[in-house]
């Protein structure tokens, strides 16, 4: 979803795509939402930090991944480090791209331990299951978008909930194990070899209109199914056995508008100072692990 022409073209010729090339902060990666595109990605402002876009390889064909989110981070995580990101980065990701993201952060580890300094959910909620009754919502598509990637990106979006319905996300602490190649001469003890992420949770405040929506219905019946947690504090994260996000930022707009024009600059704004914080954890555990040396 994109304004320039051009973009809708070039975006899918590398990936992961660079987005922004500089910065003084470390790297970010943002990963697609579920219609499958980095585009909205392009409009964000100044980050002060490099900012790369992985887009969904599939897209053009619109196939499921057999191993659905869980593949999916696999093959990301494959990605990123055949393009030779380093760490420490932060991974994010908008809507599914949070969901992804944080299973590549179960991947890779979080740091000392693994490259991830923190992980960006941009209005990520916990997922609801397809049979929960809830009403298609109005996508916002931006002006110049072609009406050939408005269709892939609405099928794709099809093809995201029924991996949705197949997925369970980390909820509990067992969940958050190292995987058995990584290095585990590095752990201090046994308790080390489980670890949670440091998660910032962007939020909307809005609830995103439906195609059947009326000022008199305003039951969860008859929201959008992204905004089925909407009143909580954590977008439903709650649920998990221990805190899995540490910070909530909430930001104006709805679900499906964030990156528009009315509102990409309050998100750009929240994004980097989501960032800002992950940087600022990792260097204060940075130093406490030098002077527990």
Not at 11 to 19: M, Q, T, Y
Not at 237 to 241: C, I, R
């Given at each position: 979803m994109s304004a320039n022409e051009h973009s809708q073209t070039s975006?899918?010729?590398?990936?992961?795509?660079?987005?922004q090339p500089y910065g003084n902060g470390i790297p970010l990666v943002l990963i697609h939402d579920g219609g499958g595109t980095t585009y909205s990605y392009y409009g964000l402002r100044n980050l002060d930090r490099p900012v790369y876009g992985i887009h969904n390889p599939r897209f053009y064909t619109c196939r499921p991944f057999k191993g659905g989110i869980m593949e999916m981070a696999r093959i990301y995580t494959q990605l990123i480090e055949l393009a030779g990101i380093d760490g420490p980065f932060i991974i994010g990701g908008w809507s599914l791209g949070g969901l992804i993201a944080l299973e590549i952060t179960r991947i890779l580890g979080t740091y000392p331990y693994g490259p991830i300094a923190g992980t960006v959910m941009i209005d990520t909620p916990c997922p609801v299951p397809s049979s929960v009754p809830a009403s298609e919502p109005q996508l916002r598509f931006h002006e110049n978008c072609r009406l050939e990637i408005k269709k892939l990106?609405?099928?794709n979006m099809k093809v995201a909930v029924g991996m949705l319905d197949r997925y369970q996300p980390p909820l509990n602490v067992s969940d958050w194990s190292y995987e058995d190649e990584q290095d585990y001469t590095l752990l201090d003890s046994a308790s080390d070899t489980r670890f949670l992420p440091h998660v910032v949770l962007l939020k909307a405040q809005g609830y995103a209109p439906t195609l059947n929506q009326t000022e008199a219905s305003s039951s969860i019946v008859n929201s959008a199914r992204v905004d089925y947690f909407r009143d909580f504090t954590a977008l439903g994260?709650?649920?998990?056995?221990e805190p899995l996000v540490s910070e909530v930022l909430l930001i104006p707009g709805n679900h499906y508008d964030l990156f528009m024009d009315e509102n990409v600059k309050s998100s750009s704004n929240a994004i980097r100072k989501a960032c800002d914080n992950l940087e600022a954890d990792l260097y204060e555990t940075r130093h406490n692990n030098s002077d527990s040396d």
């Open positions: 975006f899918f010729e590398r990936n992961p795509s660079v987005i990106v609405q099928q994260w709650e649920k998990a056995e």
